[in-house]
C-alpha cells in the first residue's frame, strides 16, 4: 500500500486531490493543513470514518512536527501543495506568503531530504517529492506565446515571488542532494471547493446575491482554465511516471479574458438560477446587468498560456474537461452546496475587496 502525504488537503485542489488518491484501493492518505482560512475539513469529512485516511493539524513550517509526521507515517510520496495563493492578499499582507511558501517549503523538504535518507531499496528508490505550483512565476506573456518547462521565471506579485523562490529551493535539493524530487507548474485551476476570493466562485456568490461583479480594469487580461479534476489526474501521473529533477507544466487550453469569464458564469447562472426567480421582478434580467469594472490589480500580470506539450509527450496526460463543461459542473455544484458557501463566508471573508492596502 502507497502512502500519501499531501499538504493543503484541506484546501481547494488539495482537498480534490485527496479525494482522487483515495479512490486508489492501495492508497493510503495523510493530510497535513493547518487550517488557515482556506483550509476546511468540511472539504474532506466524507473521508474521517476510512482507515486509509488520516488528518494531521500543523505548519509546514513546525520542523518538529514534520519530522514526526514523516517517522509516524512513513510517506512514499509527499504532494506539497500548502500555501498561501492568492495574488490580493499577498499585496497586502507579503510576510505570511514569505513564512509559509518560501521558508515552509525549505522545512518540508530538508525534512523530506533526511526522511529520504533513510530508507533502503525500493522504498528508496520509488519515493517522490512532489512540488505543486504555479505559472505565475513566468510572470506575463503578450497577445503571442505559451510558457514552457524552458521559460525564464519573471515573477511580478509577491505571491509569485515567493512560489518561484520554492521551486528554486526544490530544484537546488534535487541538484544539489539527489532528492526524487518533482515541479509542476499549472494553469488558474477552478472546480468544487474553491474558496471565494478566487475569479469564479466570487462572481458566482456575488451574482446569486444580487450584488455587483468586480471586474478588474477592463477585463481584457487573459488566464488559462484548467479543471481541478484534470489537475489531480496530472499530479497522478507525474508521481507515479514523471523523472525526478524534471519540471511539468499543466495547461487546460483554456484560454479566456476575465471578462469573457464573468460573462460565461453569468449566461450559466442565467440559465440554471435564473435572477427574477430568485430576486423576483427587480431583479435584473440576465446577470451581466450586474457587471461592474473596478480598479485593476497592481501589477496585473496581462496574460498566462501553458504549452502543455511535455506532458503529453512523456506522460500522456492532456485535459479531458472543456472549459464550458468544467464551468457548467462548477456552477452545479456551487448551487447543491449553498450551506457550505454559506459557511465559508461566516467566518474570515465576506467577498470583500483585498489587494488596495498598499500604495
Not at 541538484?175 to 471547493?193: E, H, M, Q
Not at 466562485?201 to 455587483?212: R, T
Amino acid at each position: 500500500m502507497t502512502t500519501f502525504l499531501v499538504t493543503g488537503g484541506a484546501g481547494f485542489i488539495g482537498s480534490n486531490l485527496v479525494h482522487r488518491l483515495h479512490e486508489m484501493q492501495d492508497a493510503r492518505v495523510v493530510v497535513l493543513d493547518l487550517l488557515t482560512y482556506a483550509g476546511n475539513l468540511e472539504n474532506i469529512a466524507d473521508l474521517e470514518a476510512s482507515p486509509r485516511f488520516s488528518f494531521v493539524h500543523g505548519d509546514i513550517g513546525d520542523r518538529a512536527l514534520i519530522n514526526r509526521v514523516l517517522e509516524l507515517q512513513a510517506p512514499d510520496v509527499i504532494f506539497n501543495l500548502a500555501a498561501e495563493s492568492h495574488v490580493d492578499r499577498s499585496i497586502d499582507s507579503p510576510r505570511a506568503f514569505v513564512l509559509t511558501n518560501v521558508l515552509g517549503t525549505f522545512e518540508l523538504i530538508d525534512a523530506s531530504l533526511s526522511h529520504w535518507s533513510t530508507l533502503r531499496g525500493a522504498r528508496r528508490d520509488q519515493f517522490r517529492f512532489v512540488h505543486v505550483s504555479t505559472d505565475e512565476v513566468y510572470g506575463t506573456l503578450g497577445e503571442q506565446g505559451r510558457f514552457s518547462e524552458s521559460t525564464s521565471y519573471a515573477p511580478n506579485s509577491p505571491y509569485a515571488a515567493t512560489k518561484a523562490g520554492a521551486d528554486h529551493l526544490v530544484r537546488a535539493y534535487h541538484r544539489t542532494f539527489g532528492l526524487p524530487a518533482i515541479t509542476t507548474n499549472c494553469s488558474n485551476n477552478f472546480g468544487p471547493y474553491q474558496f471565494p476570493e478566487k475569479l469564479i466562485p466570487l462572481v458566482l456568490l456575488q451574482a446569486l446575491a444580487g450584488e455587483p461583479l468586480p471586474v478588474y480594469g477592463d477585463g481584457s487580461n487573459v488566464r488559462d482554465w484548467l479543471y481541478v479534476a484534470d489537475h489531480c489526474e496530472g499530479l497522478v501521473q507525474v508521481a507515479e511516471r514523471g523523472q525526478p529533477g524534471e519540471t511539468y507544466v499543466l495547461g487546460g487550453y483554456g484560454e479566456r479574458s476575465n471578462l469573457k469569464v464573468v460573462e460565461a458564469v453569468c449566461d450559466l447562472l442565467d440559465e440554471l438560477a435564473p435572477p427574477r426567480d430568485r430576486l423576483g421582478s427587480e431583479g435584473p434580467a440576465s446577470h451581466r446587468a450586474l457587471i461592474t469594472f473596478v480598479t485593476d490589480r497592481p501589477g496585473h500580470d496581462q496574460r498566462y498560456a501553458i504549452d502543455p506539450s511535455k506532458i503529453r509527450r512523456e506522460l500522456g496526460w492532456t485535459p479531458k474537461t472543456t472549459f464550458e463543461d468544467g464551468l457548467r459542473e462548477t456552477i452545479r455544484w456551487y448551487l447543491a452546496h449553498a450551506d457550505w458557501c454559506a459557511r465559508i463566508q461566516s467566518r474570515s471573508y465576506q467577498r470583500q475587496r483585498l489587494g488596495l492596502a498598499r500604495s
